[in-house]
Nanobody, 126 residues
């Protein structure tokens, strides 16, 4: 299985931006549908965004549409999450994950992933 390491989290003021990175090793990221999932303290995990193997298709949770952008660079074995107009409610640990299942099955929305990263903390102050 591919190993995933997230980076780029931190503390930012409301309205600010962050770009998260997810570096893959031990496998070729182009073989996987990639997703970002977040979990805030005391809350259930939440689907954020996903991207197809080629990068031609993306999917977002409604609350992230227009603010977050998922992208991938298969040559660099890396997936990104650009987060703009951040809000305090975006505070969470953000996880990168990989699934070998079909994009069209939408299992990425149900957290059915083969590999998970360790997470990176994003804190948005008001």
């Amino acid at each position: 299985q591919v190993q995933l390491v997230e980076s780029g989290g931190g503390l930012v003021q409301a309205g600010g931006s962050l770009r998260l990175s997810c570096a893959a090793s031990g496998g070729t990221v182009s073989r996987y549908v990639m997703g970002w999932i977040r979990q805030a303290p005391g809350k259930e995990r939440e689907f954020v965004a996903a991207i197809s193997r080629s990068g031609d298709s993306t999917d977002y949770a409604d609350s992230m549409k227009g603010r977050f952008t998922i992208s991938r660079d298969n040559a660099q074995n890396t997936v990104y999450l650009q987060m703009n107009s951040l809000k305090p409610e975006d505070t969470a640990v953000y996880y990168c994950a990989a699934t070998s299942r079909s994009w069209y099955s939408r299992t990425y929305q149900r957290y059915e992933y083969d590999s998970w990263g360790q997470g990176t903390q994003v804190t948005v102050s008001s």
